[in-house]
């Protein structure tokens, strides 16, 4: 089993869907988690991070994350063809904050 | 734009070549970060430096040289690489190693292609 694992892409939504991201980890010491988006080309770009059980919303972003079932998701509300890009899910175990990716999901935003 | 700054942003040499990356951040972070990324895969940690001190090494070649002046600047240096260290460097920054709730934040990173 990976250590993280995210669903196999492309996902593609229409524009103003809400786009659902999944991913999976196999630590139960795992503490924290992050999404990051790269779009083609460029740098990962810090979207959400979470550390405590329940939803996280900044915007049209909510993170999610339930630890008794090793799952955090990312959900994009009224998507638009601006967040078609690579999504990486990050967990960090603790010590010396070293991030453990996923493969990421390529979402592509229909107009 | 970010607030790690990469420089170069592309970079072409040859095997024989010693040239260096150059990260910057003034986030009064105090740990920095090398990752490589190869087209359509996640990054992969190189080194991590806490207070300027070398903490983690993935165990990388030694080819692959780190180097942290201060705390804002982090340096590879690069000496006889081969054509598969053709990749993205990505330079990352957090406040601290030691709060795992800290996330990284990286620069734009810089392309490197050895002939």
């Known amino acids: 089993q990976k250590e993280v694992e995210q669903n196999s892409g492309p996902l593609s939504v229409p524009e103003g869907a809400i786009a659902s991201l999944n991913c999976t980890y196999s630590?139960?010491?795992?503490?924290?988690f992050f999404w990051y988006r790269q779009y083609s080309g460029k740098s990962p770009e810090l979207i959400m991070f979470i550390y405590s059980n329940g939803d996280k919303e900044d915007g049209r972003f909510t993170a999610q994350l339930n630890k008794a079932s090793q799952y955090v998701s990312l959900l994009i509300r009224d998507s638009q063809p601006s967040d078609s890009a690579t999504y990486l899910c990050?967990?960090?175990?603790?010590?010396?904050?070293?991030?453990?990716f996923g493969k990421g999901i390529t979402l592509s935003v229909r107009p | 734009d970010t607030e790690v700054t990469q420089t170069p942003k592309h970079l072409v040499m040859g095997m024989t070549n010693k040239k260096s990356l150059k990260c910057e951040q003034h986030m009064g972070h105090r740990a920095m970060y090398w990752y490589k990324q190869k087209a359509k895969k996640p990054p992969e940690l190189m080194f991590v430096y806490s207070y300027e001190k070398l903490s983690i090494n993935e165990s990388v070649p030694s080819r692959f040289s780190p180097e942290c002046p201060n705390s804002s600047l982090l340096n590879l240096h690069l000496h006889a690489l081969q054509p598969e260290d053709s990749a993205l460097y990505l330079c990352?920054?957090?406040?601290?190693?030691?709060?795992?709730?800290?996330?990284?934040?990286f620069g734009d990173g810089t392309r490197l292609s050895i002939l």
């Open positions: 630590d139960r010491g795992s503490q924290s």
């Open positions: 990050a967990v960090n175990k603790g010590a010396n904050s070293k991030l453990t």
């Open positions: 990352a920054s957090s406040q601290e190693t030691q709060w795992s709730n800290q996330p990284q934040h």
